[in-house]
């Protein structure tokens, strides 16, 4: 099992940035899937939620109405879009998959810088 986030980055308040998460070494379509964060000095808090097939989505309250999580089974591919960005948002962010009540794998995580 790998994967793979790009596309983290720095960007200021207000902006956007896309996630990825290349997946492999797996039937992709088979798991739902999360997108997890870890700020400097605190735990993982977990960010969004997708089905197998995306029909079915779930965020934290604190990302709710600016992320959209999405997939495309076909490019085994997880999305992230992350809109109105805010210095809270200064994460790691780490793509894992969901089995059974908990992620059993994770990527290494890509980082994101919201800051003037």
């Known amino acids: 099992v790998q994967l793979v986030e790009s596309g983290g980055g720095m960007v200021q308040p207000g902006g956007s940035l896309r996630l990825s998460c290349a997946a492999s070494?797996?039937?992709?379509?088979?798991?739902?899937m999360s997108w997890v964060r870890q700020a400097p000095g605190k735990g993982p808090e977990w960010v969004s939620y997708?089905?197998?097939?995306?029909?079915?989505?779930s965020y934290a309250d604190s990302v709710k109405g600016r992320f959209t999580i999405s997939r495309d089974n076909a490019k085994n591919t997880l999305y992230l879009q992350m809109n109105s960005l805010k210095p809270e948002d200064t994460a790691l962010y780490y793509c894992?998959?969901?089995?059974?009540?908990?992620?059993?794998?994770w990527g290494q995580g890509t980082q994101v810088t919201v800051s003037s």
């Open positions: 997708i089905n197998t097939g995306g029909g079915m989505t």
């Open positions: 070494g797996f039937t992709f379509s088979s798991y739902g």
């Open positions: 894992a998959r969901y089995l059974s009540g908990a992620w059993d794998y």
